[in-house]
């Protein structure tokens, strides 16, 4: 709570340079010519001081403006520059005294103390590359606009009064590019009026440019290759307990790589907001160690942190860095070596099973690694597109896969056909405690599938990975489920409960938590939120929508998709899916 109190008490700061900002363009503006508004300028400036300083106020009001969004993102070079402008205004308002110099240099001196105070918060560097170039440019700019100030006045002496020698023009276009006074010069024509705001306009110009390259920040985001993709599935084999982990491997990811451990969190980023994809991919002993390179690299990016999904595996750890941790729902999990066709519960799936053998349908593994058919992968492809078709709503990422034939790598593809050979519905499952357990991440069926097609599918592939010595089997995420149990539930979960109970009808919740059930899942492991800092905002609701979602939200309203199935952390396809196998 004292953090965020710090860094309100600095917002609070940041925005009165909006006021000061504002108060310096008002105070450009050509009003202040027109005769009835010179009385209104006039309190609070002296009308030929503002007339001479129109131009620099407005710069410096622009540039206060251009400064509050990067010391907002807490960008070092962006609280140096403002502490020199904060510097500079308040000794110019002290010479310039009017009546609002008091209140003025008292709000200015508030937002300089506390900057001074919170140096160390400014931490997120500048672009290496972009500050280097801006630097050539800044000394390139200002020396061939001194040099051509001091020669380019010296030869209008016709046309500008005061200008005997190379000193003293060096002298005044100084005062001309620093300052902006014009009437220094002594300007005689319309010549030499055309040449000095001009010379102006040219360095600012410049300057500005300059100021931007200087603001950009830096984004330390290693270049993705293949050497890259290929790492991050060794550490994830190794190290992937989370359902999620193998996720890591789509184009759409990220990555940050450990220095100190080997470990790699694949992430995307919503605003200011890093969303990661389940938990952190590493040794658990070498979770802390992991976990304070992934605060750094924050800091550094100006970053809040947002996990999603994450296990019981790191959540102890989180809890004791700061992050809020939110229940956000339960996987259906299934044990293999007590799972069964037997009982009541499973009667339904049982009952499905019998009506698709009695019609033919049968199930079968395409293991595209070691032999490629390409009429297996076209119907695969066929069954995709046209349920996408059919979804009529935008495909998410991030947080599902894809079919991913182009490079299959350990996924596991299994398909029912009917008794004509023809193609009914497949599942893709991903790996994660190193192959012991596999994920149902992609499952896709034609329209008017018979009963069972899907159903026959899990059973057998439950047969085959027990046969190979794997203990679960996940079907994924049954979001908000379950989610305000105990008397210790926090406000984010008791809103979770209330979507979950009150609003159905936005989002098929419960439908998709039966269509689950129905298969007697033996164990319902509980999945999270975590995110730092806490509190939980509308930015982290909004970074886990707009992360399923590149295209925007436009896309979801436009395309009537139900506004509850982002938030809730799992796709459509799945509640759409299981909803018509129920």
């Known amino acids: 709570m004292r953090d965020i109190g710090r860094k309100a008490f600095q917002n ?21 010519f027109a005769r009835e508004f010179v009385h209104l300028y006039g309190l609070g400036d002296q009308v030929q001081a503002a ?17 509050v969004w990067h010391l907002y993102r807490r960008v070092r070079i962006a609280w140096l520059v403002e502490i020199l402008v904060l510097t500079a205004s308040i000794v110019m308002q002290i010479i310039r005294y009017h009546r609002f110099t008091i209140p003025i240099v008292l ?21 290496r590359v972009s500050m280097k170039r801006a630097l050539v440019f800044i000394a390139i700019s200002f020396v061939l606009l001194i040099g051509n100030a001091s020669v380019g006045l010296h030869m209008m002496q016709a046309h500008i009064n005061d200008v005997h020698t190379v000193a003293k023009a060096l002298y005044n276009s100084l005062r001309l590019l620093v300052f902006m006074d014009v009437s220094a010069l002594q300007i005689k024509t319309l010549s030499g009026r055309l040449y000095a705001d001009s010379l102006i306009t040219l360095n600012w110009i410049c300057m500005t440019a300059s100021l931007i390259l200087l603001l950009k920040p ?68 070498c979770g802390f160690a992991f976990l304070t390179e992934v605060f750094g690299f924050c800091r550094m990016n100006g970053y809040d942190l947002l996990f999603l999904n994450i296990t019981d595996a790191f959540r102890d750890l989180y809890q004791s860095a700061g992050f809020g941790i939110a229940k956000y729902g339960e996987d259906a999990c299934f044990k293999l070596d007590e799972h069964t066709l037997a009982g009541g519960k499973i009667a339904k799936v049982r009952a499905a099973v019998n009506h698709a053998k009695k019609a033919g349908i049968t199930t079968h593994e395409y293991s595209p690694n070691i032999h490629r058919e390409p009429e297996i992968e076209r119907r695969i492809q066929g069954i995709s597109s046209e349920w996408l078709q059919e979804k009529k709503s935008p495909e998410m ?13 350990d996924r596991r593809y299994f398909y029912s056909v009917d008794s004509e050979g023809d193609m009914l519905a497949f599942i893709v499952f991903l790996p994660y405690l190193e192959k012991k357990a596999w994920y149902a991440d992609v499952t896709r069926r034609k329209p008017g599938t018979p009963q069972g097609a899907m159903e026959m599918i899990l059973m057998d592939v ?40 009150h609003m159905n009808d936005a989002y098929d919740f419960k439908a ?19 995110f730092h800092p806490k509190p939980f905002s509308p930015q982290f609701a909004y970074a886990i929508v ?14 009537g998709m139900k506004p509850f199935a982002f938030l809730a952390g799992t796709s459509s396809e799945k509640t759409e899916r299981n909803a018509t196998d129920e």
């Open 107 to 127: 709000i200015e001196g508030f937002i300089l103390v506390v900057l001074a105070l919170s140096h160390q918060d400014f931490s997120r560097r500048a672009d």
């Open 218 to 285: 830096l984004v330390y985001d290693p270049i993705r290759s293949k050497s890259d993709r290929g790492r991050v599935r060794n550490i994830t084999l190794l190290h992937g307990q989370n359902p999620s982990s193998y996720l890591a491997l789509e184009s759409d990811k990220k990555y940050f790589f450990g220095s100190s451990v080997e470990g790699v969190c694949a992430y995307t980023v919503v605003g200011r907001v890093m969303v990661c994809c389940g938990d952190m991919i590493c040794d658990l002993e």
């Open 462 to 501: 439950f047969s085959v990975f027990r046969s190979e010595g794997a203990d679960w089997v996940n079907l994924g995420l049954c979001p908000l489920h379950n989610v305000a149990t105990g008397d210790k539930a926090t406000l984010s979960e008791h809103l979770f409960a209330f979507i979950y109970e």
């Open 546 to 559: 707009k992360s399923q979602n590149p295209k925007g939200i436009s896309s979801l309203l436009f395309s």
């Open 12 to 32: 609070s700061a940041i925005f009165l340079l909006v006021f000061i900002g504002v108060k310096n363009l008002l105070s450009a503006l050509p009003l202040r």
């Open 51 to 67: 007339t001479f300083h129109g131009i620099l106020s407005f710069l410096t009001g622009t540039l206060m403006l251009l400064l």
């Open 512 to 530: 998709l938590y039966h269509a689950k059930e129905k298969y007697a899942p033996t164990h319902w492991e509980t999945r999270y939120l975590a």
């Open 397 to 409: 990422s991030f947080m599902l896969g894809s079919v991913g034939l182009d490079n299959p790598m």
